[in-house]
Nanobody, 118 residues
């Protein structure tokens, strides 16, 4: 059974930084794509960034480029999202997700709250 557990959320002032972690377990993820999404109150869930274990390929939403960095530690089966220069509009619940390369986002974590004060 796949399990994704996020941690690292919290309250930070505008301009600050947070690092989110997603610990994955339940299978070998070498052929999976790992991603981060977020959902702000009253808004749809949106893509933030994705990371492919094989080749360490990354992909970012336009708002995340230059401020957020996704990375992974294969030995720990953990994916990180380093967020710098946080803005109040980054306030949301951040979710970790996983999918096989040719499939949709099937596995989701429970989410971690990120709040940015102005």
């Amino acid at each position: 059974q796949v399990q994704l557990v996020e941690s690292g959320g919290g309250l930070v002032q505008a301009g600050g930084s947070l690092r989110l972690s997603c610990a994955a377990s339940g299978r070998t993820f070498s052929n999976y794509v790992m991603g981060w999404f977020r959902q702000a109150p009253g808004k749809a869930r949106e893509f933030v960034a994705a990371f492919t274990w094989s080749g360490s390929r990354t992909d970012y939403a336009p708002f995340a480029k230059g401020r957020f960095t996704i990375s992974g530690d294969n030995a720990k089966s953990t994916v990180y999202l380093q967020m710098n220069g946080l803005k109040p509009e980054d306030t949301a619940v951040y979710y970790c997700a996983a999918r096989e390369r040719t499939a949709g986002w099937r596995y989701w974590g429970q989410g971690t709250q990120v709040s940015v004060s102005s």
